[in-house]
């Protein structure tokens, strides 16, 4: 079990986050799109890409791991790929791009991968963690951002 010091949590991530995941969650469920979000949906700080892996100051100000992806088919594959490493480490997963307010449902039925959120702004995380590209993972057991 991982202990976290309460001391480095990032309280106000953790809010954006919550914040995120329950006025969100609830949105991506119906296509009529009931807190009047303009789509699409697209990153202001954050672009399609690949980067190495790098350590980070304090990871678990945010105490879970967490994921993002964009709609694109790289992505989504990606997503694929790691479904079962996430769910094994109980991780949640955003959807920072996205064309339509259901398009997140979809892509939780196509992946398998139910923990997955719409969030359309990452700029806080972003610059908190120096993240050049996406997708990544914020792994928080080994301090890592990694694709």
Do not use: H
């Not at 980067?51 to 994921?67: G, L």
């Not at 972003?126 to 990694?146: A, E, K, M």
């Amino acid at each position: 079990m991982i202990s976290y010091n309460t001391n480095f949590i990032n309280y106000r991530l953790i809010t954006i986050l919550i914040i995120n995941i329950s006025c969100l969650s609830t949105a991506n469920s119906t296509p009529q799109n009931p807190l009047g979000l303009e789509f699409p949906i697209r990153p202001k700080s954050l672009t399609f890409g690949v980067f190495k892996d790098y350590a980070v100051e304090n990871p678990n100000q945010i105490p879970f791991m967490m994921f993002a992806i964009g709609n694109d088919e790289t992505s989504i594959g990606w997503l694929e790929a790691n479904t079962q490493f996430f769910n094994n480490n109980n991780a949640i997963g955003f959807l920072i791009s996205s064309d339509y307010p259901n398009e997140v449902q979809e892509i939780r039925e196509k992946t398998g991968f139910i923990k997955l959120f719409l969030m359309p702004n990452v700029d806080e995380l972003v610059i908190q963690y120096s993240i050049p590209n996406y997708p990544f993972v914020l792994d928080t057991q080994q301090g890592l951002i990694r694709q």
